[in-house]
């Protein structure tokens, strides 16, 4: 635990912190998107925020990919599991509530088999283990998660397994930095520089956002998850703030290059294809900003296999999670926040996953707000 420890330094902290005060204009706000639900649990656990100057400000994003689900695809998850069939899927999405605040948990409660795996492989071997039971895998996340499901899909593929199929709900970060950037919503703030995520960025690589850097004139630098990762991050992003460039920097280079995992690329390319257009919570349809599984694996493509309804969706009344996913309001800005809505009770995805941002402040920001 050394290596991990060595990220975490008290004293090390304090000196990125004097820098960082050093280093900002007096009279002017720095508005920095953590992109990454990541990146705001290790503001809010290790008291990052606490150490930054009052100008500076972090703006929490899009990066959950439980949260950014919208209530139609978990309606359709629901309605899967209801269709005599094993719905498999991570353990987060068993709590969001989708219309009429059911959920897949509830589904389960009702007798769907429903269950939740810890990676396409669980799914797999549930597949094997049930061959006269269709088994389904509702597959969500961004890039990060999207090279086990093409590897599961090739695997599936290759065994000849005609009872495992998946639903493709893997999204692409540039797509949506790009959609925040590109139609700024009334109350949005503006943002000044972006915290890139670590985890995508490994996969990915740095060179997919050099055109979002340049198109909207916003530096991006790539931060690693521990707490001075995210202060060296925000001090290169101050620093190219105050000097007016734009440009990709990558903080976490001791595991992010500039191509990425070219071996894993090639592996998503060849299962999956771009999604024409997609509805992600909080930012909208957005083109190109998702993947779908490309015809040569069409026998197992859960959207081909089984008739799924496409019934219009109910937001939760009173929920503020598309704007918190904006950066347009905080979680404390919700009036269900911390009363009606808490972790045992959610009525929102940002309050259910570990990487949501209410999840955040209900953890580790609610109680200090409320004693200061
Ligand atoms: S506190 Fe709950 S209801 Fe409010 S935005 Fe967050 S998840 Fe939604």
New binding site residues.
Partial sequence: MKYIDDFRRNDLAQKLARGIAAAVQPGRDYQLMEFCGGHTHAIFRYGVQDLMPSNVHYVHGPGCPV?VLPIGRVDLAIALARQNLILCTYGDLLRVPGSGRTSLLKAKAEGADVRMVYSTQDALHIARANPQRQVVFFAIGFETTTPPSAVALKQAKAEGLSNFSLVCNHVLTPAAIHGILHTPLPGQLAIDGLLGPSHVSTVIGTQPYVPLAQTYAKPIVISGFEPLDVMQASLMLIRQINQGRHEVENEYTRAVSAEGNRKALALVAEVFELRPSFEWRGLGRLPDSALQIRPEYAEFDAERRFDLPQQPAEE?K????P??LRGI?R?S??????S???PDN???????SSE????A??TYGRFRQEAA
């Fill in positions: 949260c939760v009173g929920c503020d999670c704007s918190i309001k979680p800005d919700c009036k269900l926040f911390g009606v809505c808490t959610p009525m929102g995805s940002c309050m259910v949501g941002a209410c999840a402040y209900w």
